[in-house]
């Protein structure tokens, strides 16, 4: 699928999500930073928090690669462009101990503040260690809507998830590549998974 038409339909696509998300970013931030202190959670990574033009362009068409309806490749990376979360993205570490209370007062927090909580889009990764669906990512993302209609994402990790998610940064980058073979993908998942057994699972979570 990925021909010069198609990444540069992408490319476009990404572009304007990331100007909206450059747009919104400021006062979302400000909410976040003071839910963070509320709820006694560290902040981390804001210096990624709007992904990059490569990295969204990159995503938006390995979507719409996979998708296997029969809308052309503009109608499916439109579609992939509407529902995509994560041009701007948030990330909430807390203690392993206060996981599971602190991630349930964030989303009372932000149902104070006026966020809206998707809640067709809260991915619990932890419920599927040892699945088949497992990949080795461990945390909870969920997809919010804020006042000016921006969708974002917000993960939260213990530090231990987190430093596993930033140290197999570069195995999610070459999995996510079109370019990249079915045999290295699954030595890439075997990889992952083996490092994601090491991963403590916060109770109650």
Not at 69 to 86: E, I, M, P, V, Y
Not at 148 to 157: D, S, V
């Amino acid at each position: 699928m990925e021909n010069l038409t198609t990444k540069t339909e992408a490319r476009r696509l990404a572009e304007l999500l990331i100007a909206r998300a450059k747009e919104n970013e400021t006062q979302i931030t400000v909410y976040l930073q003071g839910i963070a202190a509320a709820v006694s959670a560290e902040m981390v990574g804001l210096e990624n928090k709007i992904k990059t033009e490569e990295s969204l362009t990159r995503k938006l068409t390995l979507l719409a690669d996979k998708d296997k309806s029969s809308q052309t490749d503009k109608q499916k990376l439109g579609k992939f462009a509407r529902r995509n979360n994560d041009a701007l993205r948030y990330t909430f570490v807390f203690q392993s101990e206060k996981y599971a209370q602190g991630l349930q007062e964030t989303i009372e927090q932000l149902k104070k503040a006026g966020f809206e909580i998707l809640s067709n889009r809260i991915w619990n990764a932890w419920e599927n260690a040892e699945t088949p669906g497992d990949t080795g990512y461990r945390g909870v993302n969920i997809t919010i809507i804020s006042s000016q209609k921006q969708r974002f994402e917000l993960q939260f990790h213990t530090a231990e998830s987190f430093r596993l998610k930033t140290e197999t940064h570069h195995l999610y980058k070459e999995l996510s590549s079109l370019k990249t073979f079915d045999k290295r993908r699954e030595e890439i998942i075997k990889e992952m998974l083996r490092l994601a057994r090491q991963i403590k699972r916060p109770k109650e979570i």
